[in-house]
């Protein structure tokens, strides 16, 4: 539950918080429409944890000049 606006301050957010090694990445489902999209999957990490994550894109505009206007991540 926290709101990180700005890409330094989101780059640096994902760094902290992905300290793991990423051993395996699956993605079952990549979904688009109009200004919005989606994907989902499991993030295998080299210590045996499994992180099952969603992430919702929502873009500025339907052109593919578009640019990111919100993301909202889930994991389990």
Do not use: M
């Not at 993605?27 to 429409?33: A, F, G, K, L």
Request: glycine share 6%.
């Amino acid at each position: 539950n926290k709101k990180t606006e700005g890409q330094s301050l989101l780059i640096n957010f994902l760094q902290d918080e992905n300290k793991d090694i990423i051993d395996c990445l699956e993605i079952y489902q990549v979904i688009t429409h109009g200004k919005f999209a989606s994907i989902n999957g499991v993030i295998s990490l080299t210590n045996g944890t499994k992180v099952d994550f969603c992430d919702v894109y929502t873009f500025s505009n339907t052109a593919k000049s578009g640019k990111v206007k919100e993301i909202k991540s889930y994991r389990l």
